[in-house]
């Protein structure tokens, strides 16, 4: 294990759209520098999710050891995990891994959970309050907009004014941060570890991505992700619940159900529904260059190994 000591940053991040290789390119980082993996999936959370979501876990194995790796099926479909939850669970790995002398590697693509530790998200747990709910149905979405605007006047998503749901949401929500119960939980949010990541990110050309989309895609289906979704189905999980979960889950939901007819059109609707996802996340990745996050990108030849050298050599640059 080489010793990683940085005063600028107290973490890594490996991010980067599907199918581009990041759980490879990670393990051998982390083979390398002695890391144990941090996974960064929402759908890599939930037990059984295993051909849909990419969990490919064998991948974890190198050089005939077990890369020790976090936050995969860490809880089952009865729970909608949540950014909240991720975060939660994130820092008490990170916490404990600092505590080990350890530098935390995130390696995952789920922009959401990424941008909220990378940027620090604040996030409390609010519960429902049906006594405040109630008092707010006589109200038109003007005078919620304006208690709203009263409430918080530096309000930056203002789209949170054109729907009533999330501006009685909002509302609950701003409440309840100016409670008691809500100061001490922002409190112990100040307690929490601050992530201080260099960021990289690996991607490739777009044609080659989506040729390793549609290759991947035909291994997952010839290796059972019908017959996975089917089970899940089976065991007692409605459509509904696992159409939630991502596209692979919905497109075959689907044609389990019948709405699509063929196997071979589910396919084709897929591959193209994953290639626009991999797109959408590269504007998210893009989004938060912009709003101050530096991504360190990695060479984009379709080269694994130059792809690691070019990472040890920015990690040791860093640290």
């Known amino acids: 294990m080489e010793n990683l000591v940085c005063k600028e940053y107290n973490s890594i991040v490996l991010l980067g759209p599907t199918a581009v290789g ?3 390119l990670a393990v051998m980082i982390a083979d390398r520098l002695g890391l144990e993996i941090i996974s960064a999936d929402s759908r890599q959370v939930y037990k059984g999710l295993d051909l849909g979501s990419g969990k490919d876990i064998e991948e974890y194995t190198y050089n005939g050891r077990q890369i020790p790796y976090h936050l995969i099926d860490v809880t089952d479909l009865s ?18 891994l600092q505590d080990q002398n350890k530098i935390p590697f995130v390696a995952g693509g789920t922009g959401m959970y990424l ?37 918080k006047p ?14 009685v949401r909002a ?23 601050l ?35 089917q089970g899940l189905h089976d065991s ?9 979960l991502g596209l692979e889950y919905r497109f075959v939901s689907e044609y389990l159900q019948g709405k699509i007819k063929s196997k071979e059109e589910m396919t084709d609707l ?26 360190n990108w990695l060479t984009s030849e379709n080269d694994k190994n130059k792809k690691f050298e070019d990472a040890l050599k920015k990690i040791k640059a860093a640290f």
């Not at 007692?236 to 939630?244: C, I, K, P, T, V």
Request: with cysteine; net charge negative; aromatic share 10%.
């Open 79 to 96: 729970v909608e995990y949540n950014l909240f939850h991720y975060l939660d669970d994130f820092y008490k790995v990170f916490k404990n």
């Open 236 to 244: 007692g999980f409605s459509w509904d619940r696992l159409e939630r």
């Open 195 to 229: 992530a201080k990541p260099l960021v990289l990110g690996t991607t490739i050309d777009r044609s080659i991505l989506r040729n390793n989309i549609k290759i991947r895609l035909d291994e997952r289906i010839n290796a059972g992700m019908i017959e996975e979704v």
């Open 154 to 167: 530096d309000l930056h998503n203002k789209s949170d004014l054109c729907e009533r749901d999330r501006v």
């Open 115 to 151: 941008d909220g530790f990378i940027r620090n998200y604040d996030m409390v747990e609010v519960p429902e309050n049906a006594e405040l709910r109630a008092s707010m149905e006589s109200k038109s979405l003007e005078e919620l907009d304006s208690w709203l605007l009263q409430l």
């Open 270 to 295: 897929l591959y193209i529904a994953i290639c626009q996802f991999a797109k959408r996340q590269e504007t998210w990745f893009r989004g938060m260059e912009k709003k101050g996050v530096k991504i």
């Open 22 to 24: 990041k759980t490879s």
């Open 171 to 193: 509302i609950e929500i701003a409440l309840f941060m100016q409670s008691e119960e809500g100061l001490a939980k922002k409190k112990e949010l100040e307690k929490r570890p």
